[in-house]
């Protein structure tokens, strides 16, 4: 599986966007997916995940709330939802895939896109 995150940009504190990751390959409703993001001097961290067919979500406390991660398997998308943007979301976000990994950890998953800046200015 091949992923390809697009959508970051920058965006005023306060202000949304949306985050998009579209997957080759045509098994792409047999894979968890799932968002992470890394601010420069920080380890890279969970943020979303979704389940196979979408019916499951779960998120970072830190984006409860104002995050909504969502999938189209018919055009093999995944969606973040960012809305009420802080500064501390600034980070270069990641998408990536696993067919039965952990939802929450790095190490659960075995394909990444090559990640897309937010930036949000306060």
């Avoid at 992470?36 to 067919?53: C, D, L, N, T, Y």
């Avoid at 979408?54 to 909504?68: L, P």
Wanted: charged residues 15%; contains cysteine; aromatic residues 14%.
């Amino acid at each position: 599986v091949q992923l390809q995150a697009s959508g970051g940009g920058l965006v005023q504190a306060g202000g949304s966007l949306r985050l998009s990751c579209a997957a080759s390959g045509r098994t792409f409703s047999s894979y968890r997916m799932g968002w992470f993001r890394q601010a420069p001097g920080k380890e890279r961290e969970f943020v979303a995940a979704i389940s196979w067919g979408g019916g499951s979500t779960y998120y970072a406390d830190s984006v409860k709330g104002r995050f909504t991660i969502s999938r189209d398997n018919t055009k093999n998308t995944v969606y973040l939802q960012m809305n009420n943007l802080k500064s501390e979301d600034t980070a270069v976000y990641f998408c990536a895939a696993t067919r039965t990994g952990s939802y929450y950890y790095i190490q659960g998953y075995d394909y990444w896109g090559q990640g897309t800046q937010v930036t949000v200015s306060s």
